[in-house]
């Protein structure tokens, strides 16, 4: 397999561009999204220096760079909208709930602030940047500075302790 050296990131922008700029807009759909995506992904391949000519060429390892970081784009985008959605019905509900439903309500928020509280803190802070923040699980992972298989790891131990802390709960369909 031959590759090809790039003796500057200048020349490697203007041999890989074009196809990482293409992938970027079918992905995203978007004009400025894909070229706000194209200059991340030559300023991640810069700053991280994790490409190992070995395992192929740059382009490659490029295009699968963008594509991953395109889905992880649209997932945070589809996360803040559902979160979006979850506000706006709390802020404006439909109809206005009786004092019962108000006080069960505030009860359960408590019950789960208490249950997070009580698992350890590595845990509540990925599911806290999971559900308030809508941060996809490979996103988190990049904030923290973390290996995905340990994000994973720690927010399903941290939904098996919750569960285990809230498990008389039942909500009414």
Known sequence: MQTTTYNSLEELYDACAGAVYRLALH???DRQEAEDLCHDVFLRYWQQGRYE???GPVLAY???M???MALNRLSQRKNRWELLQRWS???FPAAVTSPQEAAEDD???G???GALGSIPADQRQVLELAYYE????SAIGERLQLPLGTVKTRSRQGLIRLRALLFDYRSEP
């Open 27 to 29: 992905l995203s759909r």
């Open 53 to 55: 000519p070995s395992r």
């Open 62 to 64: 490029l295009l699968l």
């Open 66 to 68: 963008t594509r991953s």
């Open 89 to 91: 019905h709390q802020l």
């Open 107 to 109: 009860e359960l928020a």
């Open 111 to 113: 019950r789960v602030k």
């Open 134 to 137: 809508g941060l996809s699980q």
